[in-house]
């Protein structure tokens, strides 16, 4: 088996949890509850090393990653189903996908209220006033509200990478670098 049919096995095993959840959530009126804990989950996932470690440790028991699954999602207040998708999922030893369930749940969330999330990743931090005016430039060219999840990489020099949906745009000083490097060594 090659790593991208282990891949596509976890996304399709994130999709069937997040499906149930978002349809759950979406039945019990819960959609915008749900949005704000997946928001709280995503940051305890980026935060916390020992939370990235329980959901992906094979050594730890079923029954050691049920336990401690139910206390973080009982603390950090989740909501009934998604509560109980973690506690399955740790009884059936499906922990790992918990980062792509959150982004596709996110995804459906957006999808449901008529939005769609571009991932910006820039050399510093936006302010305010460029987030706003990036989205609108956004809604302007794909016809919808655009969420801005946006990160932050040095490396980028300057610029920005934008993705929304499968479109990609990439204007950082670090690629025209790459790319005129590619040039020069065809040329000598």
Do not use: W
Request: without cysteine; charged residues 25%.
């Amino acid at each position: 088996m090659d790593v991208s049919d282990s891949a596509s096995i976890s996304s399709g095993i994130a999709q069937r949890y997040a499906t149930a959840i978002f349809e759950i959530a979406k039945e019990n009126k819960r959609l915008d509850k749900l949005e704000a804990n997946l928001g709280d989950l995503q940051t305890a996932l980026s935060e916390s090393a020992d939370l990235r470690e329980l959901l992906q440790s094979p050594i730890l028991t079923r029954e050691v990653q049920g336990q401690a699954i139910k206390s973080i999602a009982k603390k950090m207040s989740l909501i009934p189903a998604l509560q109980n998708a973690l506690a399955l999922m740790a009884s059936k030893r499906r922990l790992f996908v918990v980062p792509q369930m959150v982004r596709q749940l996110q995804e459906m969330i957006a999808e449901e209220n008529g939005e769609v999330t571009a991932d910006v990743v820039s050399a510093k931090e936006l302010t305010a006033a460029q987030s706003k005016k990036l989205s609108e430039t956004l809604k302007a060219q794909v016809g919808r509200d655009v969420k801005i999840n946006a990160s932050v990489d040095e490396s980028l020099i300057g610029g920005l990478v934008v993705k929304v949906g499968s479109k990609m745009i990439d204007t950082s000083i670090r690629s025209k670098l790459n790319s005129l490097q590619n040039v020069m060594k065809e040329v000598g």
